[in-house]
């Protein structure tokens, strides 16, 4: 079976938050957030000072389930507007017999000396800012490296700031006049595409829907049994096709939803939950998709490239017995954003 490749892109945040906080502390959590261009300047930084770490496989980075899985870093490189990284993904919870002919369509490769398989991963980190509901940061989808994963993965990178300087992650706390140690905070959340705005102008949009959920508490359920009620406010669209004329952004539908749930709020007692209802522009059924934290559900925004895509000398670096980049892959996320 052929491979699709995925690369997901996300918005990546980095705070310096008080890595322990003393009882009765009266003074600051967060000082400050640390720059995307910030990032990779010094990650080039440590690569280039300590070279000699990247060679045989590449520098240990960080160990996860017990040591059964475990990321190296490989290289990084910078162009214009952002900087690639490469690491390989080593996973000893998957059986190797399952890799796939490597001839033909495989992305993993057979962990050098023990059992398992390793992958390259590609990463890029876009240094303009942004905001956060814009993405600066893409990750090459590898089944069994989840969120979570990526989190550690750039704690890992991040706590080599203070080899090359000390003093990095020391901050004076202006309230209590001390010296604080801090730790790296971060947030990867999702952003949403805006293909959304396609569906929308192509009249695929049919509606908007509220729904808050809360314990039961009915006098006349004497016995209890009622658990949950459920309260759902829907508003159906007759003609969108010019609902956001000029606009080309989730942002905009967002506002207009938010909108819509502030005007109706003495309906609630909480805030519900917010859907758009999409209508499949195959089947012709209607999907609520889930707006959570900024993103709607099935519109998180990704790029792909298809087995038949690939070209020649993709197949070529795949194929190569050492960890190397695969330039269509950079190409690819680069241009997605």
Not at 158 to 185: A, G, M, N, R, Y
Request: proline share 2%.
């Amino acid at each position: 079976m052929a491979i699709l490749t995925r690369f997901d892109y996300s918005n990546l945040k980095v705070d310096k938050i008080l890595k322990r906080r003393p009882s009765n502390w009266s003074g600051a959590t967060f000082f400050g957030g640390i720059e995307a261009s910030t990032i990779c300047s010094r990650l080039m930084t440590y690569h280039k000072n300590h070279i000699d770490e990247f060679e045989d496989g590449g520098k240990m980075l960080t160990e996860l389930n017990s040591g059964k899985k475990w990321i190296r870093w490989l290289d990084i490189s910078s162009e214009e507007g952002y900087c690639k990284l490469l690491f390989s993904f080593n996973d000893q919870q998957v059986d190797d017999r399952i890799i796939e002919d490597k001839e033909v369509n495989r992305l993993a490769q057979r962990i050098p000396d023990t059992h398992g398989q390793r992958t390259v991963l590609h990463v890029i980190i876009k240094t303009e800012e942004c905001s956060i509901s814009s993405s600066n940061l893409c990750v090459q989808h590898i089944p069994g490296m989840t969120k979570r994963h990526t989190k550690l993965l750039f704690e890992s990178l991040l706590q080599l700031f203070e080899i090359e300087d000390p003093e990095f992650w020391k901050e004076s706390d202006s309230v209590t006049e001390s010296e604080v140690t801090c730790k790296p905070h971060i947030e990867i959340k999702a952003v949403t595409s805006d293909d959304i705005i396609d569906a929308i102008n192509n009249g695929l949009l049919r509606g908007v829907q509220f729904v808050e959920r809360k314990k039961s508490n009915e006098e006349f359920d004497i016995e209890n049994k009622l658990k949950q009620s459920t309260k759902i406010l829907q508003f159906r669209l007759d003609n969108n096709e010019q609902l956001f004329k000029g606009s080309n952004t989730f942002k905009s539908a967002l506002n207009w939803v938010n909108r819509i749930r502030e005007h109706n709020s003495d309906e609630f007692q909480d805030t519900p939950r917010s859907y758009l209802i999409i209508k499949h522009p195959q089947t012709g059924a209607e999907i609520n998709r889930e707006i959570s934290e900024g993103v709607l559900d099935g519109f998180t925004k990704r790029e792909y490239i298809e087995y038949e895509d690939r070209e020649l000398d993709t197949i070529k670096q795949i194929n190569s017995q050492e960890p190397v980049e695969v330039t269509q892959f950079f190409q690819k996320m680069a241009d997605g954003f």
